[in-house]
């Protein structure tokens, strides 16, 4: 498990379009290279987060009853286009995110047509 703890600032937050948070995190100098490596290879996990004021112990943790990744209000048309919100943000093309979401739901669509009989 790559689980690493580290001491920091939380130093801003920002909204996103779909409701979701950005937190920006800056640390003090981390001088373990191995410590550096595990952080690098969690770039782009999807993974969670404990902030704590106090340094957090094992006892302080307390793990919460697993809750089903769907259970949501949104519908699954509504996640989707969430889900696809996020890609458009992370490859940043040069068109406006309706015109490349209109792109990409019609090779969706494509795609399930060429499944039908």
Known sequence: MNT???SGILESITTRKDGTLK???G???IKDHSSI???FSLVH???YCLFSPQKIKEE???IPEFVPEFKSD???SQR???CLYVLYEQQKPDIDFDSWYKQKMEKIIEFVKEKLD
Do not use: M
């Open 27 to 29: 640390t003090q100098e």
């Open 60 to 62: 302080d943790v307390k």
């Open 37 to 39: 490596a595990n952080l």
């Open 80 to 82: 989707l286009r969430s």
């Open 45 to 47: 996990a999807y993974g």
């Open 23 to 25: 937190l920006i995190f």
């Open 4 to 6: 690493i703890q580290i």
């Open 74 to 76: 949104k519908t699954p």
